[in-house]
């Protein structure tokens, strides 16, 4: 990305902006079951979607967190995005100094934001094993969760160099299959969406991406495919209420944390919204399961096709406040040129 260019700045400061305002709007319901999202939140939301920003208190999962507060998702992108600007690049030394910057000074294994086999990968590495090896056990969504940062560091990357960016970034916890078709698929979409490709091509970007990301996988796992759910994502969407199509969605695919989950997730909830990223965030926030990091990549590639975003200012304020020391710090470094 030319920082010089205004233009191309505020595109990528929207997109983080709808990154962090879904994962703050879906923080609040993460894990939850649709049930019990509309029994806790209903008075929150009269049409059946959240107005604003979903009181934090009344979660089941994150209680102890202050309304607007993000989460693992923006933090770890945006340390990411800081050492790759730092260094000129995705380097496989810049991610795990941003891994290791990221637990030390955010007290993530205190929050359960790290999951086990990231942790068991990391400290794996801190005696030696190579970074390769050491993230073979990654299937989770945490590879297709910090793939923005790999891609908006610098957005005039080619296919090519953006396929060595996501797979450095993934390698040293989450080098599976299953994470890098996820993570390749999203990528490879987020970058079409910017270049302002329709939607035709960029869900032909996703498949390219996720079929060139698992090619690099040593093995192919057992489990389902994010590229034949993407694909399927958008025959949901053209065929299927918004209702039907989170009902569909979360009872038949599911939601959790495997990276098929989270990628067919929020494929679906694109397809369906479009240009209109707060629609996303608020279907994301309601669909269950790993809300925040579905609502967050939900958002963020709806603002990349839309060039911009239609969050409400009342709801961004609140997160730019209630995390202000994370984006005056990290997201200022990453954009200081």
């Known amino acids: 990305m030319k920082r010089a260019d205004k233009a191309v700045k505020d595109r990528v400061r929207d997109i983080w ?9 879906g923080m609040p319901t993460e894990f939850m079951c649709p049930e019990d999202i509309r029994r806790v939140f209903g008075a929150d939301m009269p049409d059946g979607l959240p107005e604003g920003l979903l009181p934090a208190e009344k979660s089941i999962t994150h209680g102890i967190l202050e309304t607007g ?37 955010t007290g993530a294994v205190e929050k359960h934001y790290i999951g086990p086999s990231s942790l068991k990968a990391l400290e794996s590495i801190r005696k030696g094993t190579p970074a390769a090896e050491a993230g073979m056990g990654g299937t989770t969504c945490g590879g297709i969760m910090r793939t923005p940062s ?49 939607l035709d091509k960029i869900f032909e970007a ?46 038949l695919w599911g939601t959790g944390l495997p990276s098929a989950d989270v990628c067919g997730a929020v494929f679906v909830l694109f397809a369906c919204a479009k240009k209109d990223v707060w629609k996303a965030i608020r279907l994301a926030a309601v669909i269950g399961g790993d809300t925040d990091t579905i609502a967050a990549l939900a958002g963020a590639l709806s603002a990349a096709y839309a060039g911009g975003q239609n969050i409400p200012r009342p709801v ?18 990453a954009l200081r040129a």
Do not use: M
Request: hydrophobic fraction near 45%; include cysteine.
């Open 150 to 198: 790999a891609f908006l560091w610098n957005t005039a990357q080619s296919e090519e160099e953006l396929e060595e960016s996501i797979l450095t970034s993934l390698l040293p916890t989450h080098n599976t299959s299953e994470a890098l078709e996820a993570a390749g698929a999203y990528g490879f979409a987020l970058r079409a969406a910017f270049n302002g490709d329709g």
């Open 206 to 251: 996703a498949e390219r991406g996720g079929k060139r990301l698992i090619a690099h996988a040593a093995w192919t796992g057992c489990a389902p495919g994010s590229v034949r759910r993407l694909l399927e994502a958008r025959k949901l969407a053209r065929r299927l209420d918004e209702n039907a199509l989170l009902d569909h969605v979360y009872n």
């Open 69 to 105: 507060s993000v989460t693992d998702d923006t933090e770890q992108n945006l340390y990411l995005l800081a050492e790759a600007e730092k260094r000129g690049g995705v380097t496989l030394e810049g991610v795990l100094a941003a891994l290791e910057a990221w637990i030390a000074e």
């Open 17 to 25: 902006l709808a990154f962090a305002a879904g994962d703050a709007c």
């Open 316 to 333: 961004l304020d609140k997160v730019l406040e209630q995390n202000r020391e994370l984006f005056a710090s990290k997201y200022q470094e």
